[in-house]
């Protein structure tokens, strides 16, 4: 299998990775270089190998599930009593440990903050 | 005569750390020694280049905090700069992430600062681990102690280099096919990769998961035993990386080998080996077998598809992992037309060539189309070199010697075919694919050029590697330095 021009066009795309034109020659022949290595792979028979290994594969182990082992989520009070910032400026209000914030404009049904 | 803070740096951690906690030298003063000898060393035209950031007042600052108890009490350290801390960059070598400060630090340097160790330094290396010679990174190549023209091997060449330099007496870097025993090799110095799973990998950023350890250098095996025992084992944070073990006492007094069976892989003794190369290795088994080991030949079948399969399966998680980097969340923007376009201005500003070079052959080898004829074939066959690993240990082997690389370092600039830069690893890879422990300890030197034996284990059997790894250093002596 090789890759051409429109190939690596199409996969700098997917890796959003912007490729001069100029660049793209080279990154053929050496990707091209580096896949015909690859091929040997497909002489070997290893059809399952892989999902017979994982099957014997005791895993890591899995943590009790009480708690997240560090805090995700801070005491509303941390976050929620002070109604103006050090520097003054008005602080957002806090309901169930979320901000408040005004509605997006962009939002269809773009009415009073709620 | 009395011991100084510099002839301390160079007889290792565990003389530091006793003469720390007895009282008999200020842990201020031996990294104050270890700043003197990077300075020394590090910078200039023609300096290693071996640490890519470092602050001597943070440095300062920790050894007021740090306990004068721990297991490496005072003892300085470097960490290659893809391991995250709060006190200095973790750029991964990338423009992407010049000048980024974690906001917090990685379960390896918490473990360090509480067993006493002091961190002095960032080691270069090439971009987000991708390399072996250390000239892939965005800040310049790093040069060989040994050899100012040659390249101290990669991607963990700065960690490497600043051992062998004697800037510190320990190190870590990480090793995704090889980037800890191969620069250790080329450095003349003792390098390590864990069993996967050994050592936390919180903090490390990520290259390809089911391949990276974060791995220990030391000038000597007994001061990557002590490096290891303190940073290995279970996570107190109980993250997914790290196996719920408790870290093994690696320390032993024994230099005996009565009892043990080390195969030798008869492809890793390939026709094409140097006569140097095979000299070394022979006379490295005939230590090991004057301290009582019984050398048997073995055979793992599928060795000459290790690379083929490393290089499908990393390049893959590799495009995964770093698809984080957008300009966004982390370092470097630049500006695009739109959200698309500066995504890929970004990426393709930050990332240096063979970063690039290995997301783009990740993201083919995964894209529609192809992903069972690489990916999932890839995947099979890993499994079937794990099991030739598997088959040799139950028959009655305990660990297995190598050469860690073909050959010596070589000069800089000499490898410019992505592909032949790859065949650096040849010899390391399968251990990470395999997920076994590894180490490489020096046995000689070709030209000069220092050159590495490596000791392979079966999972979590570090200790068998490290008792073989004590002897055969404890027998070769001086032998293994000429």
């Known amino acids: 299998m090789a890759v051409s021009k429109d190939d690596v066009r199409h996969i700098a795309g997917l890796a959003r990775i912007g490729v001069a034109e100029e660049r ?55 976050i929620a009593p002070p109604t103006r910032a050090l520097d003054g400026a008005p602080m957002p209000s806090v309901i169930d440990g979320f901000f408040l914030v005004p509605r997006l404009a962009t939002h269809e049904d773009a009415g009073d903050a709620s | 005569m009395s011991a100084t803070p510099e002839s301390v740096l160079h007889d290792g951690a565990a003389a ?46 920790a050894v007021e905090s740090a306990p004068v108890g721990g297991a490496l009490a005072g003892v300085p350290f470097v960490l290659k700069d893809n391991i995250a801390t ?41 971009e987000f681990a991708m390399g072996s010679s250390t000239e892939f990174s965005a800040f310049g190549p790093s040069r060989n102690p040994i050899d100012r023209t040659r390249v101290p091997g990669g991607s963990s060449g700065g960690s ?55 791995g220990v250098f030391g000038r000597t095996v007994d001061d990557a035993a002590r490096a290891m025992e303190v940073v290995s084992g279970d996570d107190a ?52 077998r004057a301290r009582g080991a019984e050398i048997r030949d073995v055979s793992l079948p599928h060795t000459d598809l290790a690379l083929p399969v490393y290089y499908i399966i990393a390049p893959a998680e590799c495009s995964a992992n770093l698809a984080r980097f957008d300009g966004v969340r982390y370092g ?64 009655g082997v305990h660990a297995l010697f190598t050469p860690t690389t ?16 790859y065949l650096c690893d040849l010899f390391t890879v399968s251990a990470n694919l395999a997920e076994v422990p590894a180490i490489s300890v020096p046995i000689g030197r070709i030209d000069g050029l220092p050159v590495g034996g490596q000791v392979i284990a079966p999972k979590f059997d570090e200790r068998m590697m490290f ?16």
């Open chain 1, 24 to 78: 793209l020659d080279s990154l053929v022949t050496e990707l091209n270089g580096i896949l015909a290595h690859m091929d040997v792979l497909q002489k070997v028979n290893s059809a399952g190998a892989a999902a017979k290994a994982d099957a014997l594969r005791t895993g890591m182990p899995l943590g009790a599930d009480h708690a997240p082992s560090v805090a995700l989520e801070r005491p509303i009070a941390q």
């Open chain 2, 16 to 61: 530091i750390a006793a003469a720390v906690r007895e009282g008999r030298m200020s842990p201020r003063s031996v990294v104050e020694a270890s700043f003197a000898r990077a300075e020394e060393v590090d910078a200039g035209p023609n300096g290693l280049n071996c640490i890519l950031s470092s602050d001597l007042n943070s440095s300062l600052h």
């Open chain 2, 86 to 126: 709060t006190t200095l960059n973790t750029s991964c070598g990338s423009k992407i992430l010049e000048g980024y400060v974690s906001p917090y630090d990685s379960t390896v340097a918490r473990k360090l600062r509480a067993a006493g160790a002091i961190l002095v330094g960032k080691g270069n290396m090439d």
């Open chain 2, 160 to 214: 490497a280099a600043s051992v062998a330099a004697g800037i510190v007496p320990i190190a870590f870097g990480s090793e995704t096919g090889g980037s800890v025993r191969q620069p250790a090799a080329f450095c003349g110095v003792v390098g390590v990769k864990p069993t996967y799973g050994r050592i936390s990998r919180f903090g490390l950023v990520a290259f390809a998961s089911s391949l990276d350890n974060i």
């Open chain 2, 237 to 288: 944070l109980h993250d997914a990386t790290s196996a719920r073990l408790a870290a093994p006492e690696l320390r032993t007094d024994s230099r005996d080998l009565a009892g043990v069976v080390i195969g030798k892989p008869k492809e890793y003794f390939p026709a094409s080996l140097t006569p140097a190369m095979r000299a070394h290795c022979e006379r490295a088994i005939d230590a090991l």
């Open chain 2, 332 to 395: 470097l923007r630049m500006e695009g037309e739109g959200l698309r376009g500066m995504y890929e201005a970004t990426r393709s500003t930050g990332f240096g060539t063979e970063v690039t070079r290995r997301i783009l052959l990740g993201t083919y080898v995964l894209s529609a189309g192809y992903y069972d004829a690489y990916y999932r074939k890839a995947q099979d066959v890993r499994a079937l070199i794990a099991k030739d690993f598997t088959d040799v240990w139950a028959s």
């Open chain 2, 406 to 421: 073909a050959a010596p370092a070589f000069t800089i600039g000499a490898i410019s075919d992505p592909y032949e830069m």
């Open chain 2, 467 to 482: 008792r073989i790894s004590y002897a055969l250093e404890s027998e070769l002596g001086q032998a293994a330095h000429t």
